[in-house]
């Protein structure tokens, strides 16, 4: 149990550092101009495959362990619910973004390649945001004190059940 901790806050750090990542190449996107579009088309493609693939496996894993910790955990039930439905926030946020994304690298117009980047920046700074806050959340309201407010054979069950997720 607590390697599977120590695991889900090396992924933790991944996320937020993507998520910075994603912020800066947003943002110079936006102001760096035409002479920069393709190079930083390139960096945002490649964190939002970071996104589509390891976080999206991240949030699938968690939501059997949100499910698990409300159960278990009654405490925790408020905020697991609470987790659990950002966690769909999220995705749905992460297919805004690949939408416009998708739309940008196919539009030829200047004037509207514009106004894409603009709206691609307020959606991207407000899913930054959305990460940074759960990440946070997450790890001071659950993942803190997770070890000492099992019992070792309701460890046991939860660490079978994340395992048995397909990644
Ligand atoms: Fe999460
Ligand atoms: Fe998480």
Redesign the pocket.
């Known amino acids: 149990m607590k390697k599977d901790i120590a695991v ?1 806050k090396k ?2 750090k991944e ?1 937020l550092r993507y998520a910075n990542l994603f912020y800066d190449a947003i943002t110079d996107l936006r102001f760096e101009g035409r002479a920069a579009f393709g190079k930083n088309i390139r960096a945002i493609k490649r964190i939002m495959n970071f996104f589509r693939v390891k976080f999206l496996s ?2 699938n894993k ?1 939501d059997v362990l949100l499910s698990f910790v409300s159960r278990h955990i009654p405490k925790f039930e408020p905020m697991s619910r609470m987790l659990f439905a950002e966690h769909k926030e999220i995705r749905v946020n992460l297919e805004v973004l690949e939408f416009l994304f998708e739309g940008l690298t196919r539009e030829r117009a200047q004037n509207k390649r514009a106004q894409m980047t603009e709206k691609l920046r307020d959606r991207g700074t407000y899913f930054t945001y959305l990460l940074q806050n ?2 946070r959340v ?1 790890e001071e309201g659950i993942y803190k004190t997770l070890n000492e407010d099992l019992h070792p054979e309701e460890k046991k069950a939860l660490v079978s059940d994340m395992k048995r997720t397909k990644l």
């Open positions: 889900i992924h933790h996320i991240h949030l968690e759960h990440v997450e």
